[in-house]
Structure formats: C-alpha cells, structure tokens
Nanobody, 127 residues
Framework: QLQFVESGGGLVQPGGSLRLSCAAA????????IGWFRQAPGKGREGVSC????????YYADSVKGRFTISRDNAKNTVYLQMNSLQSEDTGVYYC????????????????????WGQGTQVTVFS
C-alpha cells in the first residue's frame, strides 16, 4: 500500500519542541511536493506547511510561521517538521501527504489535491 507513515508526536508542555517524521512507504517521494496538515478535535483538516520536490520552496500557515520548519531528505524518503515554541492551539493529529498533480510545486492547502495519507501522529500540548 502506498502511503506515508508519520511519527514523532507526543505530549509536550507549552514552549516545548517536537520533531515529526513522515516516511514514504512503497513509493518514491522525489518528484512530489509534500504537505503537513493537522486536525484538531471537532475541526477540519488544515494545512500547516509544504515543501517543494526540489527543496527550494517552503510554505507555512500564518499560525506557525517562525516556529515550525519543514525539511526533506529524499535519500531517506522522509520529510520532517520541526516544531518549536509549541502552543495549546497546536494540539491535533498531524498528517503528511503528497501532491501528485502539482508538478513538484506547492499549489495550495486543499486536502483533496493530496494523496498517500498516513494514519497521523498525535501532538498534545498541555500545561
């Protein structure tokens, strides 16, 4: 089955950090832009960050700019999301997915444009 496997979530206090990993299973992610999304309880899935296939362009939602950093290692078929200065509003299940029709570019946050969704990893920020 072609999908991503997310890991690295956990419990953290406000101001803390986590590093999420997103490993592609069963396919090469080299030519795809990759997006991170999150879903808080009772809310829809929202885009958090995206990285182009060439690693030359990165994008962030306003709510995480300056705190989160996305990166990728195509040799390891893995994308990372470094999350610093975590806040309670960052609580949710984090998913990654590939945009197979974007030509390697980040074209937006519409989850319908993304594929190969994993099961997600839970991030809980509590005080």
């Amino acid at each position: 089955q072609l999908q991503f496997v997310e890991s690295g979530g956990g419990l953290v206090q406000p101001g803390g950090s986590l590093r999420l990993s997103c490993a592609a299973a069963g396919f090469s992610m080299d030519y795809y832009s990759i997006g991170w999304f999150r879903q808080a309880p009772g809310k829809g899935r929202e885009g958090v960050s995206c990285i182009s296939s060439s690693d030359t362009s990165t994008y962030y939602a306003d709510s995480v700019k300056g705190r989160f950093t996305i990166s990728r290692d195509n040799a390891k078929n893995t994308v990372y999301l470094q999350m610093n200065s975590l806040q309670s509003e960052d609580t949710g299940v984090y998913y990654c997915a590939a945009n197979p029709s974007g030509g390697g570019f980040c074209t937006g946050w519409d989850p319908l444009e993304y594929d190969y969704w994993g099961q997600g990893t839970q991030v809980t920020v509590f005080s």
